[in-house]
């Protein structure tokens, strides 16, 4: 089985062995898939409530380009694709962080005295 690690005060994710995972794909891939989704479900677990719903969405977009690419690394190549669009593409994490070195300008505001000194 692979490398799993419950010791969350130095890591939050369990510590995988690459070579471990490989030989439980090509000896028993049912097994495989059951753990990698524990482990899937796991890490969204662990994230706050409000941030869950996304991440398993996320997730469900993820398993539809696995499942419906002809290789895996087809499917490699469009999730990475997919991730660099979530980082510089339109509204990406560059585009938010950009916007944030940027402060944007206030509209000056109109200042009335309520009570007028009197001259």
Known sequence: MPAHNNNTATCSFPKIDF????SLARSDP???????????????????????????????KIDQIRDRSPTPISAA???????WDSLTGPGGLKDSLSQVQQPTR????????????KK
């Open 19 to 22: 070579d471990e995972w490989v």
């Open 30 to 60: 049912e097994k495989f898939e059951v753990r990698r989704r524990e482990i899937i479900e796991s890490a969204i677990a662990n994230n706050p409530p409000e941030r869950q719903q996304r991440l398993r969405c996320l997730q469900w």
């Open 106 to 117: 206030l509209p000056q505001a109109t200042v009335f005295e309520l009570y007028p000194s």
């Open 77 to 83: 190549v469009k999730i990475s694709n997919m991730m």
